[in-house]
């Protein structure tokens, strides 16, 4: 318990200690008709229960503070209730008067509850006056946040910003100026508005920014919001729209490639509108269009440095600069042009030396080349392989006219299919090759400008209807092997190689259905050219025309008048036979 305190105090002592000031005017007072008691209690009748008065600190302690009112009696008040603050015998403070007299006879008052009242009189007066407070954000709660302000008070989310804001965690622990514009001070209710601070700065900002919207001047902006098409800026009160076409003269694929959200930029005013207040801005206009210079930094045939920046399936787009692209064909990577996507020859990023093929600086297109930064090997095809040569390659690829050879990368050979056999009639180049297999043949043309090169199997050997010329005679006879039967006739070889053909009607002086009633495959027969045809390879043989020829020589060696009516004797047929072999040996004599 606190030290017994003398309540003997002069009358002025006690009018001055109430709230600061005299608690009524003392000429106003009869003293002389009261008594002792009416005039001591008379000093206490401004204080009430439920204020906030002014008392001084009489003695305080690590657990207690003894307050001096001006009453009957002292009161005594939790040390944890002044905080922190360094309190002296003397001091001066407010403190609430809950009861005027307790159980023990003192009176109960309290620190908080005045601090309270007096920080609740402090909002009342900022509501009235549309003051701005500042409190910091204590907690979300469901709708916004919790802000103190001395008191708590509650803040909706729409009322946080000028635009709604989706992390309202972020602002937890910030201290924002806020306004009130909803009071209940019963209910213990402060709706708060931080917005109503922002849009009046916003209006007054706005003034000063209109008077500087002029196109072509540049001025300092904050991006508020970023969306696929492009950048909102604030100027100052108002905001426009940086498109993600003028961002940058380059390719830029979303804006945040560029920018973020609370960076600061310096823009150009492209369009305002007054009336819609729209402000279209742009950031690649404070620099000259790469375009302009174009021609004369690119001319055609030219080679420059770039750098892949993204990929088709009909080519590779290369950045030369900031602004200017240019495409690389599909066509224009390989001279082998069996490129089957571009990303087989370039990625994204890579830095490579392309050769300028065309340039339209009206469409802003440059056509560019790779395959023309390394020599064409077509231009020195002829020197590598003379015509008449002998090359190696790989079959690559079949057509039903030919197949094609693969002598180097870039460059591939046509074996026609009339070029693959001498004698044979080849109906598809699988009849004679494989794919992927090695090969060997003869290089017969080329034509670097159109980029052709002809090759043969067959020129590997000798035209066997070369010897056909030098051996053969038409009225010869010669000796060959049934090889095939057709419904038209007979083919015989008469050399590796070559074939000539009995016709049916050419198999006997009868009429024959079918050859295989005369002849028999693999059989061996003597038969009589009747007709050579080298251009077009064809020998047309005759069995009829050799038995036809046959008895003709015997009947020159044998025959006479008195012979045929007679008929022969058993002589005549002996030297007929002999006869024979003679004429034989002697022609085959001849023939060799």
Not at 366 to 371: F, Q, V
Not at 435 to 442: D, H, M, N, R, S
């Amino acid at each position: 318990m606190p030290e017994n305190h003398n309540h003997s105090t002069t009358l002025a002592s006690v009018t001055e200690m109430q709230l600061g000031e005299p608690v009524h005017n003392l000429d106003d007072i009869d003293f002389d008709s009261m008594s002792m008691e009416e005039i001591y209690e008379r000093t206490f009748s401004n204080i009430a229960e439920g204020e906030v008065v002014s008392g001084r600190v009489l003695q305080a302690t690590d657990s207690e503070v003894l307050v001096d009112v001006g009453y009957k009696s002292e009161g005594i008040i939790s040390r944890r209730e002044f905080g922190s603050t360094d309190l002296k015998v003397g001091d001066m403070v407010d403190v609430y008067l809950e009861k005027t007299e307790n159980a023990d006879g003192l009176i109960v008052l309290s620190k908080e509850k005045a601090d309270k009242i007096k920080i609740w009189d402090q909002i009342n007066k900022a509501y009235e006056n549309d003051e701005i407070l500042e409190g910091r954000v204590a907690e979300r709660i469901k709708g916004g946040l919790t802000v103190d302000i001395g008191v708590k008070a509650f803040l909706p989310g729409s009322q946080i910003d000028l635009r709604p804001v989706r992390d309202l965690e972020k602002l937890i622990g910030e201290n924002l100026r806020v306004k009130v514009i909803k009071l209940n001070k019963k209910r213990g209710n402060i709706v708060l508005s931080r917005r109503v601070i922002l849009e009046k700065e916003r209006e007054e900002k706005k003034k000063e920014t209109l008077k500087k919207l002029v196109p072509q001047t540049v001025l300092p902006g904050i991006v508020k919001n970023i969306t696929e098409y492009g950048a909102f800026i604030d100027l100052g009160g108002i905001d426009g729209l940086l498109h993600i076409t003028d961002m940058s003269w380059g390719r830029i694929n979303h804006p945040t490639e560029m920018f973020s959200i609370g960076q600061q930029v310096d823009v150009m005013i492209l369009k305002f509108d007054p009336e819609t207040e729209k402000v279209s801005l742009g950031v690649k206009q404070k620099t000259e269009d790469p375009w302009k210079k174009a021609a004369e930094k690119y001319p055609i045939s030219t080679r420059v440095g770039g750098k892949v920046i993204s990929l088709t399936d009909y080519g590779a787009f290369v950045e030369l600069e900031e602004g200017i692209e240019g495409l690389i064909h599909i066509s224009e990577m390989s001279w082998s042009g069996r490129v089957k996507h571009p990303s087989k020859v370039v990625s994204i990023g890579q830095d490579i030396e392309v050769m300028v093929l065309n340039l339209d600086v009206n469409a802003k297109r440059i056509s560019l080349g790779l395959k023309q930064t390394e020599p064409n090997p077509w231009f020195v095809v002829q020197e590598r392989y003379p015509v008449g040569s002998i090359v190696k390659g790989k079959v690559r690829n079949f057509t039903n006219f030919g197949a094609f050879v693969e002598l180097e990368e870039g460059i591939d050979g046509l074996i026609h299919i009339s070029d693959m056999s001498w004698t044979a009639r080849v109906k598809h180049p699988s009849e004679v090759f494989k794919k992927g297999q090695e090969i060997e043949a003869v290089l017969l043309d080329i034509d670097p400008e159109a980029e052709r090169l002809s090759l043969g199997l067959k020129q590997l050997t000798p035209d066997p209807w070369d010897e056909v010329s030098r051996r053969f005679y038409e009225g010869q006879v010669v000796e060959g092997e049934v090889v095939r039967l057709s419904e038209f006739g007979a083919f015989v070889r008469l050399l590796d190689g070559i074939e000539g053909l009995i016709h049916i009607s050419e198999l006997d002086d009868s009429h024959v259905e079918k050859p295989e009633d005369v002849v028999q495959i693999g059989e061996k027969i003597k038969m009589k050219i009747i007709k050579i045809d080298i251009p077009e390879r064809k020998i047309s043989l005759s069995i009829r025309a050799f038995k036809s020829a046959e008895s003709t020589d015997i009947s020159e060696y044998m025959g006479h008048p008195s012979r045929e009516t007679a008929g022969p004797t058993l002589g005549d047929v002996v030297n007929r036979d002999t006869l024979l072999q003679s004429l034989r040996q002697m022609r085959e004599s001849v023939d060799s």
